[in-house]
């Protein structure tokens, strides 16, 4: 299995920054995409930002220019930079990874995710 773990959520207001950081461990063969994706109250889970192996990159529409998504594939660790949020941000974040645990065991790994609040 593939163990992620979040951190750096929290309490925000209106045009502040935070940055999320999500570390992978456990029985890692080969991890292929690791990214972000939120969940509001009432609300589907929708991608925030991905990142492949290669370095190329997806955002959401809404938070293109403002957020920055950047992977460390030595370390397994991925981040997410956020800047000018917004209340309409405010949401769970789940950190996401496509990954092996085996050549031929291939699944899609969560997080416990972490709060995001933007409110003054």
């Known amino acids: 299995q593939v163990q992620l773990v979040e951190s750096g959520g929290g309490l925000v207001q209106p045009g502040g920054s935070l940055r999320l950081s999500c570390a992978a461990s456990?029985?890692?063969?080969?991890?292929?995409?690791m990214g972000w994706y939120r969940q509001a109250p009432g609300k589907e889970r929708e991608l925030v930002a991905i990142m492949a192996t290669g370095g190329s990159t997806r955002y959401a529409d809404s938070v293109k220019g403002r957020f920055a998504i950047s992977r460390d594939n030595a370390k397994n660790t991925v981040l997410l930079e956020m800047n000018s949020l917004q209340p309409e941000d405010t949401a769970v974040y789940y950190c996401?990874?496509?990954?092996?645990?085996?050549?031929?065991?291939?699944?899609?790994?969560w997080g416990q995710g972490t709060q995001v609040t933007v409110s003054s």
């Open positions: 456990g029985s890692i063969f080969m991890i292929y995409a």
């Open positions: 996401n990874a496509d990954a092996r645990t085996t050549p031929v065991r291939r699944g899609d790994y």
